[in-house]
Each structure stands twice: as C-alpha cells, then as structure tokens.
C-alpha cells in the first residue's frame, strides 16, 4: 500500500480515480423510473418474510439477486441483447437508439429454511443477510448466499426448453396428421395414410415456395431460456455469532465470512474446514470494546481486505503479514470526529455498510448519520462526509427507543466511482456526485413517480453541545427545547430503504423498499 506520488493531487481531487487528473465535479445525473417488481397494491398488508433483505449486481450486470426474509433467493436477468432473433427480426429492430438495461425474472429458489441449534436451543431464522455472485469462466452462473449461519454456494444453469411457436393450419397437412394418428392408434402401424406420391409432392411444393433466407426452424419451436438451480456446497458451524457479511476474492477460489468476532477465509472447493484470519474475542467477554460490521475483499489485490467496526474505524489488512491480522492493520479513522461524546455517539459511529471503488483506490463507509468517501492512501480522515440524518441528531432519544437508530443502511458506488448513492427513511434514495461534500445531491423517492424531494438542511455542528451529557434524562430534555426543523414531520420512519445496487457498466440503480424492488436510469 505504498502511496504514488504521482497520485497525489490537491485534496478537492482525491474522490476522481487515480488516473482522472481534472479537478472538475461531473455533471450531475437526471434520474428516471424504469421498472418495478413486486409493488403492493394499495391497502394491502405487507408481510415481513416478503421483505428483501440482500441485492447484489453480477460483474457482468447481466444478472441481478435479491434475497429476503422469507429465505428466497430471486434472480433477474437483462433481457435487451438477450434474445435470439432470426435474421429478418434482427433486421427490422432499430438499434441506433441507446436503451437502458431492463430485467425479467430468470428464477426463484428456496436458499435457506428456519434451523434450530439445539447445542445452544436457539432458533436460526431463514433471512438471508448477504448475497454474492461468483467469477465463473463456464456459462454457468454461482452464488453465495448467508443467513445467520450458513453460507450456501448456489450453481444457477440455464436450460434450452423447446416450445411450439407456430403451428402449420394447411388442410391436407392437418388430415395427414389426423390420419397417421388413427392409423396408428388402431393398427399399431407407423405408415402414412396417404399416398406416398402426395406426400412427395406436398413437401417438394412446400420447398418451392419456401424463402431461402427464411428460418423454418422458428416457425416449428422456439426456444425458451430456464434456469435450474442447485446447491453445491453448503459451509456451516464454523461462526459462534451472526454471519454479517461475505466478499468474494479476486482469485475466484476463496472468499471470507465475518460475524460479530471473527473473520474466516474459505475455500469454494472445501466446505468442513476455514481458516481463522482475524479474532476480536478477548479473554474476558466484559473488555470487548468494539465489533466486526462488515468485511470486504480489495477487488484487485487478492491479498488485501477491509473490515469496519461498530467504533466507526476501518481497518486495512495484508495478509502477507501474518496469519492472523489482529495487529497487522492500517486504521482509518475520521480524526475530526474527536470532541464531546453523548450516550449515543458510539452508537451512530458504528459503520453499517462499506464498499470499495472498482479500482480499490477508495472506499465507501454508511453510518447512521453520514456518508463518507475515503482515500486508502489517507487514513487521518475521509475525503468527504455527506449528512445523510443530520436533522435526526435532535431525536436521537427517540430512534433509540424505538431502535431506529439500530437501522443499518447500505451505500454503493457507481462503476466509474465518481457517483455514490445510500438510502433512507420515507423510501428516499440519496445520490451524491465527488467533491468536498457540501453538495446536496439528488434525492429520489422509491416509486413509479419519484418526485424529487428538496434536502433538509442540517443543522450547525455547535448544536452537538446539546447531546454532550451520558443522562438520558438530561438529554430528552434537550431534545425537547430544540429546534428540529419545520420539514422533519415529512419524514416516515417506518419506511426504510436500507438495500440498494449500482449497474457495474451504466447508470442504472436497484433500489428495495420493503418487498418491492424499484430501477431508475439516467
């Protein structure tokens, strides 16, 4: 991780990638709806076992996973370029327009089923918190798939299925058919029932007038893409806590799980038996201080990975170094974040989600207030912090009460990695373009219509003074006397969009808001 001087820029610069020299913001995107899956009709219940829980983008961005609490595993793939058309449908299409991607669903799985740890009579539920796709040089596609538990490795091949397109109605042909089947049933004989000089001379007609450059193939069957799925390697009882996260790596044969302690390296190949590489568990369970959030493998280095904490640290490791990597890390850590502490400033530091930029140059950190963009190459602070819940620091009471304030929203990075998007309360996915973080972005509601919605402006950081005191009886009082905003009543804490998904190749993000997955384009 040695920092290339020739890398280093003015500060304002380090969002671009390494090789964007400019110190120009791109232009921001105008976004617009494109498809949705599983909206609910109005007035009707939604059922929590319906609730997407996982959504990843393949690398290619053919392909799209869903999971959810209900423990399925749903796949979508694009359907534009897809398809096989004969040479004249291929000729009247028009292909001078440039579309944005669309899906269809592919297939529906059962990934994981309620368990019971009987060692420890606790029940394990079948949500899924984590679904990968695999690199794969076959045409079959593969998928890892978690619960609290278990990792699952799903193979998902497609199957050529032949369906009658077109069926020929000529009168003497339907009578030849008609006749060959009684002839058949009743004489146990397979002989045409008309002459055979007919025959002979139906099909050299048939021939005559047929087109050569028509595809006769296509008017008996088409054929139709399926998928079938099967679960090749399931790789259990290896995590005393809940699976958070798995990341595969760029050697395409392991990949690691993480939980609230322990970090394990696996092998695709070998299912009973990990590697322990990192372990947070102390002698005494009363010194813990910190735990494991999530983990992620450096998408070029194979050798490289970061995890984050609930302190709101991220920790660069070499696994070169050393076997294990407890002490072999860089930190970042936001250095400006020092100052007075309240009962819950621990609380909204810990870090939910964490992604790397395609060149794993930067990485992208949720916590429950901000959005942060950092440089590996700097490790005292972020390059820039976008407020995302500002105006909810007055009401943090209240979100603990109510555990809002546990809520753990995702973020992901454009596939240039100049963009960057996380969600938020009311369903609002907030979409923000590199800089120094004092843009506000654009604000899209997950709907058909997603009206822009104007951000709400945060307050200054001397009102931190009010949340100063460990009281909580002190500090509902302060929140009581202060001055919350006029626009914050706008806000449904009970909607929430906490998974979402960047296209790899184009602007196009996948967005779940409760059992409903939304696209927008731009």
Known sequence: MSEDKTKRTRT????????????DPPAPLDWKFSQVFGERAPGDDLQDVDMISAIEFDKSGDFLAIGDRGGRCIIFERKDGKHHHSRHELEQLDFTSTQHPEFQFKTEFQGHEPEFDYLKSVEIEEKINKVRWCATSSGSQFMLSTNDKTIKLWKVKECKVKKVKEMNTHPFTCLDNMLLAERSFVSREDKPAVANGYRQEWMEKIAKNASPSQDMHSKVADMEDTAHTRCRKVYAHAHDFNINSISNNSDCETFLSA??????LWNLEISDQCFNILDMKPANMEDLTEVITTAEFHPIHCNLLAYSSSRGFIRLVDMRQSALCDHSARILQDGDSHGLKSFFTEIIASISDMKFSRDGRHILSRDYMNLKLWDTH??????????????????????????????????????????FATGSYSNLVRIFSGGDGSEEGATIEASKTPNRKPLLRTAPRARRSSLSNLARGFYRHGHENSSSGSNESSYDLSSRLLHLAWHPETNLIASAAGNSLFMYYS
């Open 12 to 23: 304002s610069s380090y969002w671009k990638p390494a090789m964007t020299l400019s110190s």
């Open 378 to 419: 700097m490790d005292s602070s972020p390059v820039a912090i976008y407020k995302i819940h500002e105006h909810l620091r007055p009401k943090l009471s209240e979100l603990y009460n109510n555990d809002r304030i546990f809520d753990r929203f995702g973020c992901c990075f454009s596939g240039d990695g100049l963009h």
């Open 259 to 264: 939980d609230d302690l322990r970090i394990n």
